[in-house]
């Protein structure tokens, strides 16, 4: 199931940014996050590779689901 982005609502979300609760497509997800240093440091993480067996060392897992605490939200 693809998920709209929450921003312009016409392209597949690839991201979703936790202090935004938004998903986002790679275009609005550079826009926004490139307004100021701030929005720059919000966690953000894949929507298309969402495992957390694909993030780096240095990232921290996706969250898990808000509902049920156990599947990657």
């Known amino acids: ?4 982005c929450d921003v312009c ?3 597949a979300a690839s991201v979703f ?3 935004d ?3 986002l497509c790679d275009a609005c997800d550079r826009r926004v ?3 100021n240093k701030l929005a720059g440091k ?3 993480f894949s929507l298309l590779n969402p495992s957390p067996s694909s993030a780096s060392p240095s990232q921290m897992p996706p969250p898990l689901c808000d509902i049920c605490q156990v599947r990657i939200g």
């Open 17 to 19: 940014c936790c202090a």
């Open 21 to 23: 609760e938004a998903a």
């Open 1 to 4: 199931m693809k998920v709209q």
């Open 9 to 11: 609502a016409a392209d």
């Open 42 to 44: 919000h966690r953000r």
């Open 33 to 35: 996050h490139r307004a």
